[in-house]
């Protein structure tokens, strides 16, 4: 009796040590996903998108069957109103992804990794405005420090850290269209990419007979069919974790991916950190560690009251 009531008490915490191994594992491979990409360079970013999308929704079929929720995806496809919040989400989500894949490849890693940095802190900002959240003194504090760093680069570069900022915000956006949408993860992924894919393959189809896939070399083919795979893999952990994590631990995972994107382009890859770079990222970083704070002791709170009712 006391030995199965010893292992039932151990089995909360091995199943969030189990999950803080897939949460990492997820935003360890988003963080580390520009080097796939990097291996496809010599092909245009809109083929890769396309070729992403059809892949993509392969795989994650596959999964829904795996997961037994063809029903609740048939339930989903009947919902006009359902849809037409996917279609707006799947077109943010293919805006986020040409960015992303078009920075990687073309040597704008470092931004990129700064508009990942810069998302958490958008979504709070798009909340306030949209949702009508209200902002702790701390968040305040922490969007001051993120736009002060988003101003010493435009200032100093002399433009506007475009890159960094169309990610940020088409990603914030994504997420509170995602938020506004009841519907389960993986049902609505599927649904997003399903979307794409009638415009992916007439574009593939019109891009001489599918592109790389039609005349590039072997390995090219194992690469850009595994797009899918590269797509889904990270989503799967991250679903696995975010079920066995409260959600203020899965918040400060997110800030793994951004950081790989940001070692691998000034150490992989060797993108200039340039003076003013260093100073913007100090700005965010402390931004993120008053956001972190923040969210630490909104959680902390919360455990409290629960424990008090």
Same mark, same amino acid.
Not at 257 to 286: D, N, R, S
């Given at each position: ?6 292992? #039932? ?9 189990r ?8 935003y /360890? @491979?988003?963080g ?7 291996q ?5 970013a809109?083929?890769? @998108?396309?070729?992403?999308?059809v892949?993509?929704? /392969?795989t994650?079929l ?5 997961? !037994? ?8 496809? #009947?919902d006009?109103k359902?849809l037409g %919040?996917?279609f ?7 805006l986020?992804? /040409? +960015? *992303?894949?078009?920075a990687?490849i ?11 940095? &810069?998302?958490?802190l958008?979504?709070?900002a +798009?909340?306030? &405005?949209f ?11 922490? +969007?001051?420090?993120?736009? +002060?760093?988003? !101003? ?16 940020a915000?088409? *990603? /914030? ?6 938020? %506004?949408a009841?519907v389960?993860?993986l049902?609505?992924?599927?649904i ?7 415009? =992916? &393959?007439?574009?593939?189809v019109y891009?001489?007979?599918f592109?790389? %896939? !039609?005349?590039?070399?072997a390995?090219?083919?194992v %690469?850009v &069919? ?5 797509t889904? $893999?990270?989503? $799967?952990l ?7 994590l ?5 918040? *400060?995972?997110?800030y793994l991916?951004?950081t790989?994107?940001? @070692?691998?382009a000034?150490?992989a890859?060797g993108e ?10 100090? *700005?965010i ?8 704070v ?7 709170? =919360?455990? =409290?009251? =629960?424990? #008090?009712?």
């Amino acid at each position: 009796m006391e030995v199965n009531e010893q292992r #039932r008490s151990r089995s909360p915490a091995n199943s969030r040590r189990r999950g803080l191994v897939y949460g990492v594992l997820a935003y /360890g @491979l988003w963080g580390l996903a520009p080097a796939f990409w990097k291996q496809l360079a010599h092909v245009d970013a809109p083929e890769l @998108l396309a070729h992403r999308a059809v892949w993509g929704l /392969g795989t994650f079929l596959v999964l829904v069957a795996i997961a !037994g929720q063809g029903e609740p995806l048939v339930r989903a496809l #009947r919902d006009r109103k359902l849809l037409g %919040l996917m279609f707006v989400s799947g077109a943010l989500l293919a805006l986020n992804w /040409g +960015i *992303f894949v078009w920075a990687a490849i073309r040597g704008h890693l470092l931004e990129a990794s700064l508009g990942y940095f &810069i998302n958490p802190l958008i979504s709070v900002a +798009i909340g306030t &405005i949209f949702l009508r959240e209200r902002l702790t003194r701390l968040q305040w504090i922490a +969007i001051v420090l993120a736009a +002060i760093g988003v !101003g010493v680069l435009t200032w100093r570069a002399g433009k506007v850290p475009y890159i960094s900022l169309l990610l940020a915000s088409t *990603f /914030g956006l994504y997420g509170t269209i995602r938020k %506004l949408a009841k519907v389960d993860a993986l049902v609505g992924s599927t649904i997003e990419t399903a979307l794409m894919v009638p415009i =992916a &393959i007439g574009y593939l189809v019109y891009d001489r007979a599918f592109g790389v %896939l !039609g005349h590039g070399s072997a390995a090219d083919h194992v %690469l850009v &069919i595994s797009t899918g795979v590269v797509t889904a $893999i990270p989503l $799967i952990l991250f679903t696995s974790a975010a079920r066995r994590l409260p959600l203020s631990t899965v918040g *400060f995972l997110q800030y793994l991916a951004p950081t790989g994107q940001f @070692l691998l382009a000034v150490l992989a890859y060797g993108e200039p950190l340039a003076h003013e770079k260093l100073v913007a990222f100090g *700005f965010i970083w402390t931004a993120l560690v008053v956001f972190s704070v923040n969210l630490w002791r909104t959680a902390s709170l =919360a455990r =409290a009251a =629960a424990r #008090r009712s």
